[in-house]
């Protein structure tokens, strides 16, 4: 791990991006995820200086990409002053140590740096202990590059039990016993979070979901007055938060959760139960999309499969489309496929000149394909607080029906 803010400060300053393409990653595919990892190691305090790509139908046992791209990475590193290369996909232990002598530079994937971004967002105590685990399990097999520099300096001699072997196997019972007391520590929190739950009475829950950065916390300040942490950064908050909501006396339980994002490292998943059972005993989710980003869609999807992994798919949900102001300013591509399409509906002539665009409004996203897609659905943007009162009224409907289906002899207002 990249450790303290102050040593991040000074290792993440300029680095590289690398991907691969292969039968399930092609070139529009690993664009897009190399978009995402700038915006992560920008959100990490790192600044990307260029971006490279290697076809390959299976990474290299040894160092992941090829000698010859592993060679021109590293005359361009040694040639930019970089201090910090990321890999899209995870790399094993031995690829990352292999990579790091030849580079000579600091070496991380995507599990690495979403590990490091969420080290940097953890604020509450819980939240802490939750990543800290992820980052321990995650450091366990890479131990061994740690103590290279012993091993180098014990020669040639060819003898066995020497310093390095010696402070790896002290590392590794340090970190095994650090991740068992993380984990019995976890237990009871997770214990006491659960009663907590329990304790809420018999107010219908609901929990905001989707991807990171598409406007969750935003939405939750919004509808519950509350000052939860909200940037444009991806993963702004971790911890969970619960807030009552009234909507014409009508109250619920709202709650914002921790963002999804593709390839999310396993460790997390796990150490980030609780979050998880907060969906999972969710009566009702909002899917928040962020419908002015050109890769909605996949990020839908990965949402979706996340929702299916951890058994909460088949669950009440109302998919609600953030951002709609951003769809309408500029000339983003879910603008073009909406404009042709309502253009169509109507009969008018399309035109390929991008000026003669005009921006889209409300209606006709509710005539789109993508309104008769997802029901019930919803566009909006917090920021803006456009159509915040279909949303109320929509969700008003869902909380009072289920309610009353659930509590026949409990109105709730």
Request: charged share 30%; aromatic share 6%.
């Amino acid at each position: 791990m990249l450790g303290s803010k102050k040593e991040t400060g000074a290792i993440l300053k300029r680095s590289i991006l690398i991907g691969i393409v292969n039968q399930k990653q092609n070139e529009v595919k690993i664009k897009e995820f190399l978009d995402e990892l700038a915006f992560l190691a920008e959100t990490a305090g790192s600044t990307p200086v260029k971006r490279f790509t290697q076809q390959l139908s299976r990474p290299d046992s040894g160092t992941f990409i090829g000698k010859g791209k592993v060679d021109e990475i590293k005359l361009f590193i040694d040639a930019n002053k970089i201090d910090l290369v990321i890999f899209d996909d995870e790399i094993s232990p031995s690829q990352q140590r292999n990579l790091e002598i030849l580079f000579e530079r600091k070496v991380l994937d995507r599990t690495g740096l979403i590990l490091e971004i969420f080290a940097q967002r953890a604020k509450t105590s819980y939240a802490k202990t939750q990543v800290e685990l992820a980052q321990h399990e995650y450091l366990y097999p890479r131990l061994m590059g740690m103590w290279t520099h012993l091993e180098r300096q014990r020669g040639g001699t060819g003898t066995r039990g020497g310093a390095g072997e010696k402070e790896i196997e002290t590392d590794r019972r340090i970190v095994r016993k650090k991740i068992h007391l993380l984990k019995e520590k976890l237990v009871e929190i997770d214990r006491q979070m659960a009663t907590q739950r329990r304790n809420r009475g018999d107010m219908i829950r609901v929990a905001l979901v989707g991807y990171t950065n598409v406007g969750k916390s935003t939405l939750m300040n919004l509808l519950a007055k509350s000052d939860v942490f909200a940037e444009n950064k991806l993963f702004a908050t971790l911890d969970t938060t619960v807030r009552k909501v009234v909507i014409d006396r009508v109250p619920f339980l709202l709650s914002d959760t921790v963002g999804f994002i593709r390839k999310l490292p396993h460790q997390l998943v796990d150490s980030f139960k609780s979050t998880l059972d907060e969906l999972r005993e969710a009566d009702i989710l909002i899917h928040v999309v962020d419908i002015s980003h050109p890769g909605f869609e996949e990020q839908m999807k990965e949402v979706k499969k996340t929702l299916l992994e951890i058994g909460v798919g088949d669950k009440n949900i109302i998919t609600v489309f953030n951002k709609i102001d951003a769809v309408r300013s500029g000339e983003h591509e879910i603008h073009r496929i909406l404009k042709s399409e309502t253009e169509t509906l109507r009969g008018d002539e399309t035109t390929d000149d991008v000026e003669e665009l005009k921006p889209i409004s409300l209606d006709d996203l509710k005539k789109s394909w993508i309104a008769k897609l997802f029901d019930p659905c919803v566009f909006i943007s917090a920021v803006t607080k456009e159509n915040i009162s279909e949303l109320k009224q929509l969700l008003f409907s869902t909380v009072k029906e289920l309610h009353t289906e659930r509590y026949p002899h409990q109105l709730p207002f």
